[in-house]
């Protein structure tokens, strides 16, 4: 059940018609096994998230929430159905130039972080460019940016083992952000933390992802964390059950904190 930190009103999953649409689900089935062992872990999920926006997917474990966003984020095949992103339905993507377009548009912040133990934290974030092919001294100076918004300037040449989870979870959200993604997807970016860490983490991801034209999908098991979000997406049993809109008082709050935060 949500217990939302802020009044949400229950609406249906139909984005506002004045904004270009994030993400479109037509339909989407998963199917996992053969034969006998074959089940739907997805059951035509039909969605629609506006750009300019942070949904929030919560449900219980086990109900599909990694496979829908894994689907939307291209990393997934769907059985059925199709997912369109800003536009481009993913059917017409021929495999390699859904690489291209992945790599390009879409940041995945995975639950367990995925660093690279042997690379430093700037290095860490700095792959995403230097597979893109960016010079090598511009990359990094660019991934010392990003840690610095997310406030690890002073860190950027550590080793992720010497990293607390909560400073790793950062480092992880600065390399899925460090290309400038128009989907930011993350797998429950606050399971690991404690209660202020997580607030931080979610502060972060509205100030720098959510943007015009620019969207996040949170998936998270964290209540504390609802009223972070602009709809909330309830899922259970490979299904979207119900759509959650918030009533707009949650992106002023932000924005007077991260003012606040200018100011002092
Ligand atoms: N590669 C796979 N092969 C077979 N079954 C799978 C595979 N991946 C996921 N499943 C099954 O699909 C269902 C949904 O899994 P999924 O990981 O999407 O759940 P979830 O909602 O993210 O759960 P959690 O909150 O525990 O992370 C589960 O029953 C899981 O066992
Ligand atoms: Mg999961």
Redesign the pocket.
Same mark, same amino acid.
């Given at each position: 059940m949500i217990q939302a930190a802020h009044n949400l009103n229950v609406a249906t999953s139909a984005a506002p018609a004045d904004r270009p649409l994030a993400v479109l689900c037509r339909g989407v089935v998963k199917d996992? &096994?053969d034969g006998d062992t074959r089940?739907r $872990?997805l059951h035509e999920v039909d969605l629609e998230l506006p750009a300019g926006e942070m949904s929030l997917l919560v &449900?219980?474990? &086990?109900?599909?929430?990694?496979?829908?966003i894994s689907i939307i984020a291209g990393l997934l095949e769907p059985t059925e159905g199709d997912v369109t992103l800003f536009g481009t339905p993913r059917a017409s993507l021929s495999q390699r130039q859904l690489i291209a377009f992945r790599a390009a548009n879409i940041g995945f912040v995975f639950q367990q972080y995925n660093l690279l133990p042997a690379l430093t934290a700037t290095a860490n974030v700095a792959i995403p460019l230097l597979i893109a092919r960016m010079d090598r001294e511009a990359a990094f100076a660019r991934a010392r940016q990003l840690l610095e918004q997310v406030g690890l300037a002073d860190r950027a040449e550590a080793l992720p083992a010497t990293l607390s989870g909560g400073q790793q979870q950062r480092v992880a959200i600065a390399r899925a952000l460090v290309h400038e993604p128009r989907l930011l997807v993350c797998d429950?970016p606050t399971a690991a933390l404690d209660a202020h860490s997580g607030q931080t983490v979610m502060e972060l991801l509205r100030r720098v992802a959510v943007q015009p034209g620019r969207s996040v999908i949170v $998936?998270t098991?964290d209540n504390r964390v609802f009223g972070y979000g602009d709809r909330i997406m309830e899922?259970a049993d490979g299904r979207i059950q119900e759509v959650r809109v918030a009533d707009g008082s949650f992106p002023e709050r932000v924005a007077a904190t991260a003012s606040a935060e200018t100011a002092s």
């Amino acid at each position: 059940m949500i217990q939302a930190a802020h009044n949400l009103n229950v609406a249906t999953s139909a984005a506002p018609a004045d904004r270009p649409l994030a993400v479109l689900c037509r339909g989407v089935v998963k199917d996992f &096994g053969d034969g006998d062992t074959r089940i739907r $872990v997805l059951h035509e999920v039909d969605l629609e998230l506006p750009a300019g926006e942070m949904s929030l997917l919560v &449900g219980p474990s &086990g109900c599909g929430k990694t496979t829908l966003i894994s689907i939307i984020a291209g990393l997934l095949e769907p059985t059925e159905g199709d997912v369109t992103l800003f536009g481009t339905p993913r059917a017409s993507l021929s495999q390699r130039q859904l690489i291209a377009f992945r790599a390009a548009n879409i940041g995945f912040v995975f639950q367990q972080y995925n660093l690279l133990p042997a690379l430093t934290a700037t290095a860490n974030v700095a792959i995403p460019l230097l597979i893109a092919r960016m010079d090598r001294e511009a990359a990094f100076a660019r991934a010392r940016q990003l840690l610095e918004q997310v406030g690890l300037a002073d860190r950027a040449e550590a080793l992720p083992a010497t990293l607390s989870g909560g400073q790793q979870q950062r480092v992880a959200i600065a390399r899925a952000l460090v290309h400038e993604p128009r989907l930011l997807v993350c797998d429950e970016p606050t399971a690991a933390l404690d209660a202020h860490s997580g607030q931080t983490v979610m502060e972060l991801l509205r100030r720098v992802a959510v943007q015009p034209g620019r969207s996040v999908i949170v $998936v998270t098991h964290d209540n504390r964390v609802f009223g972070y979000g602009d709809r909330i997406m309830e899922m259970a049993d490979g299904r979207i059950q119900e759509v959650r809109v918030a009533d707009g008082s949650f992106p002023e709050r932000v924005a007077a904190t991260a003012s606040a935060e200018t100011a002092s």
